[in-house]
DNA sequence: TTGAAAGCGCTAACAT
DNA sequence: ATGTTAGCGCTTTCAA
């Protein structure tokens, strides 16, 4: 592929007179100017990105940095949502975006490679899991530009970017307990694992119950599994029948959650809504049950992943911008799984 | 960050010493490596990756260009699966994914962009529309490396995998017809759109039609509508009704398409699979939609993705590779929506 | 308005 | 075994 050098010949001029051209600087004659546009033209020449680079120390390139991979079906709405959003700001201010496969099972996994490669000028960790605490400590002290979604690392120089899921969790139960039920089971994740959403919109629900009733939450209505849609039917099937009164409905913590203890409620002998209520969250599968619909919390994920892209850009412009702390809202979309009594 | 020069000087040696320790040449005494080693470590270097691709012209980073954009929710479960595979394919060999976000909506859009900087070696098209025209000559023509997710470009140099929807669809109308359907319709795309998988998997239906019934399809029988799900919902209630004697099933081109088929059979007053079967396609939504759990078909995304990129890194690393085409099976899944009469 | 020289970080080729 | 030179494609001085 033609280099400048090249044009610069083809136009009888000097490289430096091209590269004018190209980036619209002035002090080019019209006639020269068109003379080199004619060369670009004609030969079909690109600047390349690595020369430019090399010398700018930009690389106009986004990293994204997940511990989440992509997956079929559903998996991962939750990454393509936020990616969704960090491509729009990124076409709106031309960047591009690094993804990068790496692995934590991989011994030698390093999520910073690329900013270190100078591949990238900066990364969006999309943390479903937490952030490794090295890689906290080493952003911070070299002041990496980076932003994290979906959790808050209280670290200095770390911007971040959130839903309430404490509030919404909260919101959710008391929205629960005002369509007229009185015993609310929820629906979380076992203790080996950790996720920093699903543990808030516990914490949430805990709240609304000791405020409501005035008592911690019975633990016999706090029901958990890992993320198998098995693990969830059967921790459904282990803990409803001992509940003591049964639950009238049940807050899961993910819609994948939802659809799980729907699909186990004909063996119990129960039915949604006429039984038991369920309501879920994330919003994914909204478009997908419709039968009974499902009551969900929906979170702004393009707008979270476009707000992380823009704060991350405006860092890597500005480096001595302050760092970003925004907590989005969630939304509750009501659905027929939620029944009045 | 740490430079190359740095090092060198830090371990008292030249920078190329450098060099040949980070690339694991020989000729390096033992005792020299290590003190380079040493410097390495203390100043935290990591090879930039723009001087290196200035000079090997490799990037190791494949581009990812695609008219489909991420979504929310389902809209792009197919993007993501393929995405899947080549980032295993990716992770294997050590390369990057680049994905330059560019709308056809955008006048000057250039799917090649990523490319023509030389920000990548090679590019891979996920076409659920068909490649442009100028783009498939010009990439013929400038043997640039690319593979083509999901279509056919008959073309001089340009590899494509793809499955074989026609006999996907074939086989599967031949599978409803066993089943003991005698009046089979089938849910496909409005002729405004195209979309290279939905026309296939019609040709298919039409072709075990004419085998089956000596005759060709009735076309009252051959619904379309757009691709929202209230566009299918009218379609089918308009179209329904007009069809003497009634379909006992429905094979739907998309499982987004089941789905809306399936949520406007109450208002119809007939019942799945009571009154009425439905097959679906891509079987992004098994795990969600369980009663009646949907007969479908796979594809194999995530292998597809991935064998795409290796052949793509082949083509980079040999250019005098052949040209690779590839047809993947896809898997019939059972599911209760299909019913025996 | 144009150009020459130097340097960004790295490696290949050629010394020593 | 180690170092020197040159050059990848580009931009930033500085000079004409």
Redesign the interface.
């Known amino acids: ?1 033609a280099t400048q050098k090249e044009v610069a010949k083809l136009a009888g001029v000097s490289f430096i007179t091209v590269s004018r051209v190209v980036n619209n600087e002035g002090n080019v004659k019209e006639e020269t100017r068109r003379r080199v546009q004619e060369a670009i033209r004609q030969l079909g020449y ?6 430019k ?2 010398n700018s120390g930009r ?1 106009n ?1 986004i990293g994204v940095m997940t511990p989440a ?6 998996e ?2 939750y990454l ?2 936020i ?2 959003g960090i ?2 700001a ?2 709106d201010r031309d ?9 934590e099972e991989d011994p030698e996994f390093d999520f910073l ?2 900013y ?4 990238v000028d900066g990364m969006i960790y999309v943390g479903l899991k937490k952030m490794p605490g090295e890689l906290r400590g080493e952003i911070a002290e070299r002041l990496i530009p980076c932003v994290v979604v979906g959790d808050r690392p209280e670290y200095d120089h770390l911007s971040w970017i959130d839903t309430d899921n404490e509030r919404a969790g909260y919101e959710t139960t008391m929205r629960i307990w005002e369509a007229g039920h009185r015993v609310i089971a929820f629906h979380g994740l076992d203790p080996d694992f950790f996720n920093a959403n699903i543990a808030d919109r516990e914490r949430g629900y805990r709240k609304a119950i000791r405020e409501l009733t005035g008592k911690d939450a019975d633990e016999r209505l706090v029901w958990r599994s890992d993320y198998t ?1 098995s693990g969830v039917q059967s921790s459904v099937r282990e803990a409803y029948p001992r509940c003591d009164p049964r639950p009238t409905a049940v807050f899961c913590s993910t819609d994948n959650r939802a ?1 799980a203890v ?2 186990v409620l ?1 063996e119990l002998g129960i039915r949604c809504p006429q039984d038991i209520s369920i309501v879920g969250f994330d ?9 009974p619909s499902m009551a969900t919390n929906e979170q702004p ?2 707008e979270m992943g476009r707000r992380a892209a823009d704060i991350l850009l405006d860092h890597i412009e500005k480096p001595d911008l302050p760092r970003r702390e925004i907590v989005f809202p969630v939304a509750f979309v009501d659905g027929e799984s939620l029944a009045k009594r």
Chains 1, 2 share one sequence.
């Open positions: 592929m690109f600047p390349s990105h690595a020369g680079a090399l690389n390139t991979r992509f997956g079929e079906g559903m991962n709405a393509m949502g990616l969704r491509e729009l990124c076409h960047q591009d975006i690094l993804l990068s496969p790496m692995s490679r690329p270190r490669q100078k591949k849609r659809i729907l699909s004909p919003g994914f599968i909204r478009d997908i049950v419709f039968e994920l393009a």
